[in-house]
Nanobody, 120 residues
Framework: QEQLVESGGGSVQPGGSLRLSCDAS????????MGWFRQAAGKEREFVAV????????QYADSVNGRFTISRDNAKNTVYLQMDSLQPDTTAVYYC?????????????WGQGTQVTVAA
C-alpha cells in the first residue's frame, strides 16, 4: 500500500523555524519528483515547493521563495521542508505528494498532513 506520512509540524512564533518530514512507503521516491503543498483554513490547497528526482532542480512558490528549502534523501525514502522566518500567513496544513513536474499533484490521495501554526 502506497502511503505518505507527514510530520514535524507544530506551533511557533513569528520568525521561528520548523523542519517537516514526509516518509513514503509502498513505493520508491527516487523515481518521482516530489513536492510539498499546503491548505490554509477556508482556502484551496496550493503548491509550495518541488524537487526533482536527483535533487538537481527545485522550484518554490513566490510566497516562500528564499525562506523555505526542500530536500530529499532517496536512501531514506523521505522528503523534507525546512521552513525559516515563519510568518502567520504560513499557517496551514502541509502535505507532500508525488509531482507531475513542475507543480501538479500526482495523485488525489493525500496523507493526513501536518499542522503548522505561526502566532505570537
Amino acid at each position: 500500500q502506497e502511503q505518505l506520512v507527514e510530520s514535524g509540524g507544530g506551533s511557533v512564533q513569528p520568525g521561528g523555524s520548523l523542519r517537516l518530514s514526509c516518509d513514503a512507503s509502498g513505493f520508491t521516491i527516487s523515481t518521482y519528483d516530489m513536492g510539498w503543498f499546503r491548505q490554509a483554513a477556508g482556502k484551496e490547497r496550493e503548491f509550495v515547493a518541488v524537487i526533482s528526482r536527483a535533487s538537481r532542480y527545485t522550484q518554490y512558490a513566490d510566497s516562500v521563495n528564499g525562506r523555505f528549502t526542500i530536500s530529499r534523501d532517496n536512501a531514506k525514502n523521505t522528503v523534507y521542508l525546512q521552513m525559516d522566518s515563519l510568518q502567520p500567513d504560513t499557517t496551514a496544513v502541509y502535505y507532500c505528494n508525488r509531482v507531475i513536474w513542475p507543480r501538479m499533484p500526482f495523485t488525489a490521495a493525500w496523507g493526513q498532513g501536518t499542522q503548522v501554526t505561526v502566532a505570537a
